[in-house]
C-alpha cells in the first residue's frame, strides 16, 4: 500500500527549515506520495522548487485559510487537509490501497511510524510524544483493543493527535462527507471530530506494539525572532 502524507504548510522564516527535516524524512520512505498543501492563494517558489529537487513522489496544492481564520483559527491547518483529502477522492479509487496521513510539517517522525501504519485495514493508532502537556499521550490497550486513552484532556472520544492515527484509503473514499470542520470547531476537538465520523474506538487498531512505543513527537519549532530593519541588498536563496 501507498503512504499519503497530508501536510498543511504556510509561509515563515522556519518554513524551509521545517520541510528540509520533514523531507529528509520522507525520501527515505519507500512508496509514499507527499500531498502538501500550502495556505496560500498562490503555489510559492519556494515550495515548488523544495519539493522538485526532492526527487520523491509528491502532489503541490494551495488553499488559503478562509477570512474568518486570517486573525487565528482553532483548526490550524484543516482547510488544507480538506483540500488533500478532496485530491485523493477526485484522482483515486477503490482498486488502489493506501493508507492516509496528517503529517503536520514541524513534528518529528521515526522512520518506524511508516511501516506500522502501511498495512492499516481500517484506523490504526499509537501513541505521540511531546503533546498536551505530558511526555506523551496515548490509548491504552487492553486484549488488543483501545480501551480509552492516556491523556491530560479527557473529555474527547480519541484523545489522540493528528500524528497519532492513520487511516485506510478505501475508508476515506467511502465517506466522502468526512471532513475537518472549521467553523464552530472546539480547540482541540478537530482529530476526534473527525474520527467519530468515520470509526469508533472499538475498531482502532492499536499499532507501535500495543500503543507503547513513542515514534513521533509533537516537537514545535521556536518563531525565528529576526530583527532586520536594514536588509542585505543581495539575491539569496533562504
Ligand atoms: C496542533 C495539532 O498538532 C495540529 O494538528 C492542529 O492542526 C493544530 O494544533 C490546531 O488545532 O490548530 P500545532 O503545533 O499547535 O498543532 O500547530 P502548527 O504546527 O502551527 O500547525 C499545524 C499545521 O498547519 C502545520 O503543518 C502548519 O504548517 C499548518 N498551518 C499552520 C497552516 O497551514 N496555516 C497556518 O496559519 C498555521
Ligand atoms: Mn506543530
Known sequence: ???????????????????????????????????????????????????????????????????????????????????????LRRNRGPLDSGVVYFGDDDNTYDLEVFEEMRYTKHVSVWPVGLIGSRRYE??????????????????????????????????????????????????GMQESDFLSKITKLEYLEPRANNCTKVLVWHTRTEKASLHEHVTENVDIEV
Open 1 to 87: 500500500p501507498v503512504i499519503y502524507v497530508i501536510t498543511p504548510t504556510h509561509t515563515r522564516p522556519t518554513q524551509k527549515a521545517d520541510l528540509t527535516q520533514l523531507g529528509n524524512t520522507l525520501r527515505q520512505v519507500p512508496n509514499l506520495h507527499w500531498i502538501v498543501v500550502e495556505d496560500a492563494d498562490f503555489k510559492s517558489p519556494l515550495v515548488a522548487k523544495f519539493l522538485l529537487n526532492l526527487r520523491i513522489s509528491y502532489t503541490h496544492l494551495n488553499v488559503p485559510k478562509p477570512d474568518y481564520c486570517k486573525s487565528g483559527c482553532v483548526a490550524r491547518g484543516s482547510e488544507q487537509r480538506n483540500l488533500g483529502l478532496d485530491w
Open 138 to 187: 496515548r490509548p491504552l490497550v487492553r486484549d488488543g483493543r483501545v480501551v480509552s486513552w492516556y491523556t491530560r484532556y479527557p473529555g474527547r472520544r480519541f484523545c489522540t493527535d493528528m500524528a497519532g492515527f492513520a487511516v485506510n484509503l478505501n475508508l476515506i473514499l467511502a465517506n466522502p462527507e468526512a471532513r475537518f470542520n472549521l467553523k464552530g470547531a472546539k480547540a
